[in-house]
């Protein structure tokens, strides 16, 4: 994990040597699949977003694509909010709901593929804050009812994105139990606020990749 500044013409550089590059320098072979958790944008900036940022990816991925080394992976990115006002509690006790707690339906967008997920308890006497997330492009299909296995209600592929995106949240490796972002989201604002504090007139050591030294 690594920090860039995100204009548009240094973020595609930055995908294209840093996450392309490393990726198959390790594996040898450029990603199958890219999932993107975006934090940091309002509901305003969501088709900024994607002219901007995902277009810029997708055309990442065309670039470094050649016959020899195909590069076609299939794009999930999704924005993360966290400063919203909604609040779900229980119909019988009024308590607010468990961990774990989904709502795709009913109170979320009729133009976006969104659902609100609830990963951790609140502290005691206090209603749980839900983080919305927002799937701004599916190129995973996820939510395709033509896939396998649909028989109405919600798809399959939606369960397994918001099961996925709950797990995320428990593999934060600076607290005991769940958090309420994904795991990747934390250590992102991690890397940031130290790469702001540390390493703001400098080059990072390049030993520091892929290593877990901002926790």
Known sequence: MEAVVSTQSTWKQWYQRRVHGAFQKVNKIFPRQVIVYRDGVSSTQLEAVLRDEVNKIEQAFKE???????CKPELEFIVVQKRIVARFIQQGNFETVPPGTVVNSDVVSNQFW??????????PGCTATPTRY???KDGLHLADPRREGTRGGTLPGETDLEMFTNQLCALYYNWPGPIRVPSCVKYAH?????FQQAMIKQEPNRRLNYTYHYL
Request: charged residues 10%.
């Open 64 to 70: 470094c694509h050649t016959p020899e080394n195909p």
């Open 114 to 123: 969104d659902f609100y997920l609830v990963p951790c308890s609140p502290p």
């Open 134 to 136: 927002i799937v701004v």
């Open 190 to 194: 991690k890397l940031a606020q130290q």
